[in-house]
């Protein structure tokens, strides 16, 4: 049996369910190594500037270790905030066939592809894409750094069609790909709860045939809940409501934007734990997304399983892959008037024509799920040559 090391940062509720089901079907030995030097689950997010704990268990059902983070400033959010001198002697120690590496632009990640390239076979796991405009100079020194980072890589897995385009711009030609499609626990968001969600909408005093569009997430610029927040209050269509759920850098200005509105019609939530979100999507009836960058945007994978219509901007990752006339409406980013008009088009479809979208929702995420994620990871490992 073939012996699989994986690198991430810390514990999340993407990819733990991915390692238990790896270590639960046993075709494959692994060992995540967490490199975020942390103890336990909990960790402070800047986007929601506070600490989150997810109240889901992301530490049982595979074996892990922890890497010691010497970094001055720990985190994530920065690629010296992840600084492990001991991870590569902990990799060799366990002594894999072969290494997946979740994101390189952190010092211990980027260290370890190139330490162990051409002695183990690096596999790879990212979900960046080349949506996002930027400058001459800066695309010369993204192609010049990405051309040489991929360099390091024998194996990368796409999570879609952006990504995938990606891949093939910057990865070396002997890199081979795969698609391992991202994705969330559809049966958890799947899963009736419509009682508690008529519970939140009449606890906002939101009746059953009016329309809820929801924003879910963190308050931050690149998010652009400022535009969703303006545009619906420029829109001031009666018997519909907004409901932005989260924390986070914007939070106050956007309550300030939302405070002259006398329609009792815009609502606000802290951050909602995982147990709470199904409910929490189930509640809408239009999920919006108008991030000004987005890798992919698993929170749309959470609203189509929990059987929402959408509204994403056109920078979110996987808007090309997602989402269609059948289940929602995408937007051009930057465009205030493209946005108004594909929202009041959502609208006017009425209710049960947005539950019918909501179902195909349903549907076509059914198929992107943590099954075919370790398909595509076991098949890569065991026919690897």
């Given amino acids: 049996m073939k012996r699989l090391a994986i690198i991430t940062t810390h514990p999340i509720q993407y990819y733990a369910p991915v390692f238990q089901l790896l270590h639960e079907r046993k075709n494959v030995q692994i060992m995540v190594f967490y490199t975020s030097g942390a103890t336990s689950n909990e960790k402070f997010d800047p986007g929601f500037m506070t600490k989150i704990k997810w109240d889901i268990p992301l530490l049982k059902g595979y074996p892990y270790q922890w890497a010691e983070n010497v970094a001055k400033d720990p985190g994530s959010h920065h690629f010296k905030g992840i600084t492990c001198p001991t991870l590569t002697e902990q990799i060799e120690t366990w002594h894999p066939d072969v290494i997946l590496v979740y994101g390189w632009c952190y010092h211990a990640h980027l260290k370890t592809l190139r330490h162990f390239h051409n002695r183990i076979p690096i596999f790879f796991r990212g979900d960046s894409h080349c949506l996002n405009k930027i400058s001459i100079t800066r695309t010369l020194l993204r192609w010049t750094t990405l051309k040489w980072v991929y360099r390091n890589i024998d194996h990368a897995f796409y999570v879609g069609s952006n990504n995938k385009t990606y891949f093939e711009q910057f990865a070396h030609n002997k890199c081979r790909l795969t ?207």
């Fill in 179 to 385: 698609f391992a499609p991202h994705a969330i626990d559809n049966e958890r968001f799947m899963a009736d709860h419509q009682h508690e969600a008529a519970e939140l909408r009449h606890s906002l005093g939101i009746k059953e045939d009016e329309l809820l569009v929801l924003y879910a997430g963190k308050f931050q610029p690149v998010k652009n809940v400022i535009l969703l927040l303006r545009v619906f209050l420029h829109m001031n269509k009666t018997g519909v409501h907004l409901l932005l759920a989260g924390n986070g850098g914007d939070e106050a200005r956007l309550k300030a934007m939302a405070r002259p509105d006398t329609s009792n019609n815009i609502h606000f939530m802290d951050f909602q734990n995982q147990s709470r979100m199904a409910a929490l999507y189930q509640s809408a009836d239009i999920f919006c997304l108008p991030s000004l960058s987005e890798s992919w945007g698993l929170a749309v994978n959470e609203a189509m399983a929990s059987g929402v219509a959408l509204l994403v901007s056109d920078r979110v990752g996987c808007a090309v892959d997602l989402v269609t006339d059948s289940n929602g409406l995408i937007f051009r980013s930057g465009s205030d008037n493209s946005f108004e008009v594909q929202l009041g088009a959502m609208i006017n479809k009425g209710k049960s024509t947005l539950k019918k979208m909501g179902r195909q929702s349903r549907s076509i995420i059914s198929s992107w799920s943590f099954e075919n994620q370790v398909n595509a990871i076991e098949g890569a490992l065991i026919n690897h040559e």
